[in-house]
């Protein structure tokens, strides 16, 4: 009973059980209320119990294979999101996946990464971490970047920020190659590449007993249902948000950022939880495993819809996009060059984040 207390606390299996009865109750009996509030306090436990069962998870089966649990699930529910908001809006959100998908890697090398260095730069001054893997992360997510959301801007055949049919199957298939390639050299040929650095300090969990084989199972049962929770929500509260913002005249371009920020929450706040406790290493896994998964996966997936259906897919990003993209990929490319961190990189990747969200906007 103790250890079911200490590794599965009640908290954590009421939260996500109660975000699901409140989606029900909203689907069943619509126009309550006050739903709005539950809906969002609903969201908002559910992640944080998410982030709760991942680090279970995480401690069971050790990195990177815990951090990859949370980056595929979360990426599985977003590419869920995407493609059920395409089928109900037709051809007319032809640019919603490229919206989503530039927002989550924005959102992850300036806000993930920015935020996790700057609060386990200020708690511990500097930290280390492997930079073989980050490395590897960076190039494959460069080249994938480019191809999905800058090349076809330049490409003869189309005209405009699209592919062909065939252009689009082919560049879908190089981008599940680099992901899969890249998800056996993390956990496969050079998982040493992104365990943690070893600095004497006692920082982790060793000495705490891992969870037992059913509490694993019950944290990853919680997990999904956790952040099936969240999206649902989000789902839910996205015709709200859309009124608002109409109302205060944003581009339609923020809804793929809010959708973006919603749904990487709990990676955000398990991110930011392990560069505290001196785990930076975890930190960067789990950025770069969900911005890499959340291409490699999305684009394929919302290629197959589109072909399919027969609906353009506009991924090509505009001027002002491929600028701050292009600067966040040469930045993340220098300051994560050294193994180590310090307060002026974190500081950095928050002001290009807040550059991004400010310019989204007012473009």
Known sequence: MSQVIRHNPPWTVIAPIAGMLVLLLAVLVPGIPAMQALLVAGLFGSVIAAVHHAEVIAHKVGEPYGTLVLALAVTAIE????????????????GLPRD?????????????????????????RIQRYQI???????????????????L??????????????????????????????????????HRDYFLPVDDGDAATDDHVAPPTGKETLASVALLLIALVAVVLSAKLLAPAMEAALERFGAPRAVVGIIIAAIVLLPEGVAAVRAAIGNRVQTSLNLAMGSAIASIGLTIPTVTVVALVMGWPLALGLDDKSTVLLLLTLFVSSISLRTGRTNLQIGIVHVVLLGAYLFLSFVP
């Open 132 to 150: 073989d893997g980050v490395t590897a992360a960076l190039v494959t997510l460069s080249a994938i970047v480019i191809l999905t959301l800058v």
């Open 100 to 124: 989503t998908v530039f927002a989550a890697v924005m959102l992850i090398l300036n806000g993930i990464v920015g935020l996790s260095l700057l609060a386990g730069s200020r708690r511990h």
């Open 152 to 189: 076809p801007n330049y490409t003869t055949t189309s005209s405009g920020p699209t592919y062909t049919s065939t252009q689009l199957t082919f560049i879908a298939v190089v981008t599940l190659i680099l992901f899969g390639a890249f998800t056996l050299f993390q956990t496969v040929r």
């Open 79 to 94: 590419v869920a999101l995407i493609v059920s908001m395409m089928l109900s809006g037709g051809a007319a959100t032809a």
